[in-house]
């Protein structure tokens, strides 16, 4: 059975906080909350530094600088409608699953962020994953509606996780 999340490291202090079981864990927490077996999903999580960071938000966003998340789904999945609920995606089977897409997270900046914020790095980064996530599920910031619905469904899974609202 491959593991739901691929994770590759490229900046040697995210293998020291652990990203790979933290990732894992709200992950499937957040599959859980949205009602979708975990078993039939990967995805792949690339744990990096603002410099590499930098590079891709250049790349694919045209932005000369670095971000704390960056996502990459592998099919198009957001409501047409604005708030709408995007629609979910088939999963594949346990030897098959279906791939998700790919996100990338800075150590630099999540580190940054959340001494300013004054929380512990590993609530940031627990949120900064799910939010990876739900971008990879279709949800999106753009229009006020769908930004109420993502804020909304991030808080809920944070509140499974036992975290608390990132927005209040």
Do not use: Q
């Not at 990879?136 to 991030?154: I, K, P, Q, S």
């Amino acid at each position: 059975m491959e593991p739901l999340v691929d994770t590759v490291i490229e900046d040697d202090r995210w293998e020291a906080f652990g990203l790979d079981a933290l990732a894992d864990r709200a992950i499937r927490a957040a599959l859980a909350e949205l009602g979708l077996a975990p078993e039939g999903f990967t995805l792949c999580l690339m744990g990096c530094d603002d410099a590499r960071i930098l590079e891709l938000n250049g790349d694919f966003r045209g932005k000369a600088k670095p971000t704390n998340v960056l996502s990459w789904p592998s099919d198009e999945r957001g409501a047409s409608g604005e708030g709408g609920t995007p629609e979910a995606p088939e999963p594949g089977d346990e030897d098959d699953p279906e791939s998700l897409g790919d996100i990338a997270i800075s150590y630099d900046t999540c580190a940054r962020e959340a001494a300013e914020a004054g929380k512990p790095l590993a609530d940031h980064v627990t949120h900064l994953v799910v939010h990876g996530l739900l971008h990879l599920l279709g949800y999106d910031h753009v229009r006020e509606g769908d930004a109420a619905l993502m804020e909304g469904t991030e808080v809920r899974i944070l509140a499974r996780l036992g975290l608390s609202d990132p927005y209040s």
